[in-house]
């Protein structure tokens, strides 16, 4: 009850539907006393409007935890290119314009400790994609323009709280906040999708998924376990449509 009093004190966002909660509870006291079934109704109209405010309030506090993660990220991010030394050290890859592999081993970390402050899946997705063979080996030009395209493709498809990074050569990966298997085998499938669209040099993706807390509780096992899942995808046999999509072994 304290709890309760001090939320409603620091914040006034409360007091609309703690308002028509306590109406919708006196009306219907009242109506119960003297036996007027229409305030019985009006109760019910009231404790209606303070459900659609509660409602509303968790969708806000959900869109303003997802905001806040993404703008920390940001300033990570900002805060450890002031901190190295020359160009060649920066945070970006140079092809993509996407955070490199040592933000994603911080930004995981982080990503997974917000996922246990706040009682909510993250999950992490490693993606391998692969060339057509018509593109010249040598040709880094070519390399380049098929890497920075699958890196506009990934930032219009995933949210403003997620996160993606380049890790090595052709593989990348995608940390997913509020997001359980699920969705992220969906966000992968959306991905391939949009390759076959755009048609482009880039034949095939393979995906690994892992999920927190369902495949591991620690940032390092989660990354072995999408590791281990995205080896078996890429394992597969090339016909497998546009590549396939592995979910990792959920811990017993």
């Not at 592999?101 to 999950?123: K, Q, S, Y």
């Not at 509020?178 to 076959?196: P, Y």
Request: aromatic fraction near 6%; charged fraction near 20%.
């Amino acid at each position: 009850m304290a709890g309760l009093v001090d939320c409603l004190f620091v914040d006034r966002r409360y007091f609309p539907g703690v308002g028509l909660g306590a109406a919708g509870f006196l009306t219907g006291l009242v109506g119960a006393v003297i036996s007027q079934p229409a305030l019985g109704e009006l109760a019910g109209v009231f404790a209606l409007g303070a459900g659609a405010l509660a409602v509303a309030g968790v969708h806000r506090a959900h869109q303003a935890e997802h905001e806040a993660s993404a703008a920390v990220d940001a300033v990570t991010l900002r805060h450890l290119e002031l901190f190295t030394n020359s160009r060649e050290q920066t945070l970006i890859d140079a092809d993509t314009g996407l955070p490199d592999h040592r933000f994603f081993e911080l930004a995981l970390e982080g990503r997974v400790a917000a996922a246990r402050r706040h009682l909510w899946p993250v999950t992490l997705v490693l993606v391998e994609i692969e060339v057509r063979p018509a593109v010249d080996p040598g040709d880094d030009h070519a390399r380049v323009e098929a890497l920075a395209a699958f890196s506009i493709l990934l930032r219009r498809t995933l949210r403003e709280a997620d996160i993606a990074c380049r890790l090595t050569g052709t593989r990348f990966a995608m940390i997913l906040e509020d997001t359980a298997e699920e969705g992220a085998v969906w966000t992968a499938e959306r991905l391939q999708i949009g390759l076959a669209r755009n048609k482009g040099v880039i034949s095939r993706l393979s995906a690994g998924v892992a999920s927190y807390p369902t495949h591991a509780m620690k940032a390092s096992d989660i990354l072995q376990q999408a590791e281990a899942a995205l080896t078996k995808a890429c394992a597969a046999e090339p016909d497998h449509g546009l590549g396939p999509v592995e979910v990792a072994q959920a811990e017993l």
